[in-house]
Every structure is written in C-alpha cells, then in structure tokens.
C-alpha cells in the first residue's frame, strides 16, 4: 500500500490530538521557535483482548484488530512486551520505509479481560454489547486510488464504537483497571503521540532533560521522572494527562450527563546507540517494557463524585 495513506491518516489524527492536548501544541511551539523539527517517535493506542459479537459476527477488539489495520498500511509487527501485574499486552509496529516517508512507529497495547475479575468482565461486556467496527478492508477497496479521500475515511476507526458507557460502570471498572475504564470512555482515539528528540536539530533543546526542564519552564505540568538509561538505548517522560469532560450515561434513566475524566499525555523520547554485536553499534528502535509500565500508569484518575455536570 502507498506509505502517503499512513502520513496522510497520522496528520488527520496529530489535528484532533493536539486540539485535545495542549501540552502537544505548547510543545511543537516551544521547538519551532527555537529553529528546530518537531517529528514523531511512536503513536500509542489502547484495546480490549476479548471476542464479543458484534453485526460484522464474532470479532476480537484488541490488537487482533488494530494490528491487522497496521498491516493493511504496511507495516510490520516488530516487538511484543507482556506487563502480568496489570493484564496487559503490546507489540510494536514498524515500516520498512520508515525512514524514508518519515512515518512513526505504531505501539498497540490491549487489556486481557478474562484475566480480571468476573464482574468486572461483565461490566466491560456489557458496555461493548453490540460494537459496530468499521471494515476498513472495504474502505480500502473502495478508495484505494484516492489517497486523502481513502485517509479521511480510516480516520474515523479511531473513535469509540460503542455506546457511552454507564457512569457505575467507568466507576467500578476503574477501580479494577484504569487502563480498562480509559477503553471505555474513549475506545480507540490516541493514546499519546510523541516528541522525537533526536530529530529536534536545536541547540537549544540538545537532550531530553533539556526538552522536559523547557516544557516545565512554560507551564507545562511533567512526569517527575525520566525512564530508561543511555545503556538501554531508550529515555523517556511525558507531560501529565490532560483531563477532558466525557459523556456517560446516569444509572437507572439513561440520561448522558458529562463526567470529567483523563485523557491522554504527550510523550518525549531519546534513543541511543546500543551494541549488537562487538565493534558494532545501532540506533536502538524498539522500546523497554519497564518504561512503558510506568507511562501507561499516566492516565490514573482519582475519582471525585462531586464533579460531575449534567
């Protein structure tokens, strides 16, 4: 497939990201200001690891579909990491001509549902009763010569395709699985996009302890710390999660009332060198699953009954 879909799709989903997050916006300013080049490192997306039926039959919500979708844009499954304390699974995608058409990598995470208690699987089945996804394979066919078209399209896969969920529900599940609530509020937009280090070419902000201390120095609130080491090839933080207002359904009256909730954070990284073999170095391109562990803990919420708007 031509690689100007996926640059076209991402451009569509870095619009509506960095609408949502300002921390985003505040970035790209502070490093076009300062000369340098704001490029992409990974997107993140969230999923479900369960089969439910759905009016395309049965279908798997996790990275069964999005990894599938990835690889109808072309790229590859390129690295998996497993995080048992929380129920979760991820696999990196990359293109082959990554560089070449400067696309980002792709990291799909997904939560593995029959892993968690059984009321709180029953909370979550019950909320994605009847999801309606796309079939982006007959997008694809229909618009295939039709880049920007085709692009637009695809775009909306990444949205919610269920119904809001149920304010008890997000509660409860929450309290189980923060990543699982997250889900449900807000199915498959972006996690995170994030800030390539690297590829800023500022002397200003040469590093990311210069990035992140340059992000705090304008307001922006930053992880306290920064995760990884040079030795493992890849450093990382992030700004804290902005919080958005969501709508969810009242218990008992189906009325939508609106319930503030984390969204998503703006994530930077460093890659480094790393040996292969002696004598020989490469630019490492994967990522650590101890740092990952630690960033998808950003969308924690503390939930405050008392802030909700109908």
Do not use: C
């Not at 993140?44 to 069964?64: C, H, T, W, Y």
């Not at 929380?86 to 995608?93: E, I, K």
């Not at 909306?156 to 119904?163: D, L």
């Not at 992030?238 to 009332?257: H, M, P, S």
């Amino acid at each position: 497939m031509n690689p100007e879909i996926a640059r076209h799709l991402w451009k569509l989903l870095w619009q509506d990201y960095s609408i949502r997050v300002s921390y985003a916006r505040i970035y790209a300013q502070m490093i076009t200001d300062a000369g340098g080049t704001v490029a992409n490192d990974h997107i993140a997306f969230r999923s479900l690891r369960m089969e439910v039926d759905s009016p395309q039959g049965k279908v798997n919500l996790g990275i069964d579909y999005l990894g599938q979708f990835a690889e109808a844009l072309g790229y590859e499954a390129a690295g998996e990491y497993s995080f048992p304390e929380t129920h979760l699974y991820a696999r990196h995608y990359r293109h082959p001509q990554q560089e070449e058409f400067d696309l980002p990598k792709l990291f799909i995470s997904e939560l593995i549902v029959d892993e968690l208690p059984e009321e709180t699987v029953q909370l979550i089945q019950q909320t994605v009763l009847g999801v309606n996804l796309f079939h982006y394979s007959a997008i694809l066919q229909a618009f295939a010569t039709e880049t920007k078209r085709l692009a637009k399209e695809l775009h909306r896969i990444f949205m919610s395709p269920w119904q809001p969920p149920r304010r008890s529900v997000v509660e409860e599940v929450n309290k189980v699985t923060q990543y699982g609530a997250w889900v449900l509020v807000h199915g498959y937009a972006v996690n995170h996009f994030t800030g390539y280090v690297n590829r800023q070419n500022t002397p200003k902000y040469p590093d990311i302890e210069t990035t992140a201390r340059g992000l705090a120095n304008l307001g922006v609130p930053m992880k306290a710390e920064i995760e990884g080491d040079i030795a493992s090839g890849l450093r990382q933080t992030a700004t804290q999660a902005v919080t958005e207002v969501v709508t969810v359904l009242e218990d008992n009256v189906d009325v939508e009332i609106q319930l503030p909730w984390t969204y998503a954070y703006y994530e930077i990284a460093q890659r480094y060198m790393v040996e292969v073999e002696p004598d020989q170095q490469v630019l490492f391109d994967g990522f650590l699953g101890r740092n990952a562990q630690q960033l998808f803990e950003m969308t924690r919420l503390n939930i405050n009954k008392n802030n909700v708007e109908t």
